[in-house]
């Protein structure tokens, strides 16, 4: 192929430019382009001001569009990253899978009014995933000045596998030893005892889940409460307690169990149970109407004809209850050989303690 000598001077700028543009990094583009074209030019006029001028202007286009380019790239590395966390593993996706997106929740429930009284639900579109947003989050810690948990609620049992409790001592009722260490028990059932996490970091952090056999995973929680008597009304204060104990181990045979290795003091008291799921928020079931999952038990300490957990706990305070109530039926015989007059059962029973006098009460 030949070309004139007019021809080879048109190509020679074009041939000049696409090196030029070649020779221009990638990230610089279209100003880095126009820049190395500016100096080109300006170099095949002579090197003129105006040729210096384009191309430090197109170096300095350059310099910003590739400024642009590493913050595009930055937000596109954050881009790609949530891209990744936006991923098809709903266990980890930053993102609500459409399945669980349950559509009861957008209404109130006052479609149907089914009772006198009745209020509106709160209503949500969205699983009420972002409900906590600008509050102070749960985040797994005993917040006592209150908070919020995002935490789903989590697996609920069915009907048969609702958890239930009933403790087996201190009896309702029952009078033991004042100070004396003592064993409460309790029996439960559909409760998967015995897993419990760090509720220093983990409280309240993880959905309720079930067992292979549909159980609740969990453990449970003793609780006594000092009562001023055992006819007392009045509501009890939640912050004060006189023994606490998480249960963290299995039941054995089907029971619970925590030492009180001190006692109690004297007094009327409540004991009662706090069943939970492994993330120590209290056992959700099925339905609304159920019986309790929990159990608790009123009985007193320190009146004169103890039976107690001391018995159950100790050899001696067995020995020693067995003693008052050798005691008491010595009191019944005399007062019934002294015709029954309450004064001479008096003077029996301090017969039967070696001439000193004692009062055997029935504090309920």
């Known amino acids: 192929m030949k070309f004139s000598i007019s021809t080879l001077l048109v ?11 070649l020779a221009v990094p990638e990230a610089r583009a279209f100003g880095g382009g ?7 030019f300006g170099g095949n006029k002579g090197g003129n001001q105006g040729g210096n001028n384009q ?31 936006n991923n098809n593993n709903p266990q980890t996706s930053l993102t609500l899978d459409s399945s669980v997106i349950c559509k009861g ?16 639900s709160l209503t949500s579109t969205n699983n009420f995933i972002n409900f906590c947003a600008g509050k102070t989050l749960t985040n797994g ?4 000045t209150g908070s919020c948990n995002p935490a789903p609620m989590g697996d609920i049992p069915s009907t048969s596998n609702q958890p239930s ?11 033991i030893a004042a100070n004396t260490a003592f064993t409460i028990t309790m029996n439960i059932a559909n409760l998967e005892t015995g897993n419990f996490v760090n509720a220093e970091s983990n409280y309240f952090a993880a959905p309720q889940q079930l067992s292979s056999a549909g159980q609740v995973i969990g453990h449970s929680h003793f609780v006594v409460e000092s009562l001023t008597s055992l006819t ?29 290795t001190a006692g109690l003091p004297a007094g009327t008291y409540k004991v009662s149970s706090i069943n939970t799921a492994a993330n120590h928020q209290p056992v959700l079931g099925p339905v609304a109407q159920h019986g309790s999952f929990d159990d ?26 067995a003693a008052g109530a050798a005691a008491s039926k010595g009191a019944a015989a005399a007062a019934a050989n002294k015709g029954g007059n309450a004064a001479a059962a008096n003077k029996g029973a301090a017969a039967n303690k070696g001439g000193k006098g004692r009062r055997f009460l029935r504090d309920y």
Do not use: C, D, H, W
């Open 34 to 40: 126009r820049g190395g074209f500016g100096g080109g």
């Open 11 to 21: 190509l020679a700028p074009l041939v000049a430019t696409s090196v030029s543009a």
């Open 105 to 120: 929740f957008a209404q109130n429930g006052q479609e149907n009014v089914t009772e006198a009284g009745q209020v509106a």
């Open 232 to 260: 007392q009304t009045a509501p009890t204060n939640p912050t004060k307690f006189a023994f606490f104990k998480g249960v963290n181990e299995a039941a054995t045979g089907g029971s619970l169990s925590a030492a009180v």
């Open 55 to 85: 191309a430090n202007k197109g170096g300095n286009n350059a310099a910003a569009k590739s400024s642009s380019a590493t913050g595009a790239a930055a937000t596109a590395a954050t881009g790609n990253a949530a891209a990744a966390a």
């Open 165 to 175: 409790a009933k403790f087996s001592f201190p009896t309702n009722m029952a009078n």
């Open 296 to 321: 608790v038990v009123y009985f007193t300490v320190g009146g004169s004809n103890s039976t107690a957990a001391a018995g159950a706990a100790t050899g001696a305070a067995a020995s020693g209850a």
């Open 141 to 144: 810690q005993q917040i006592t």
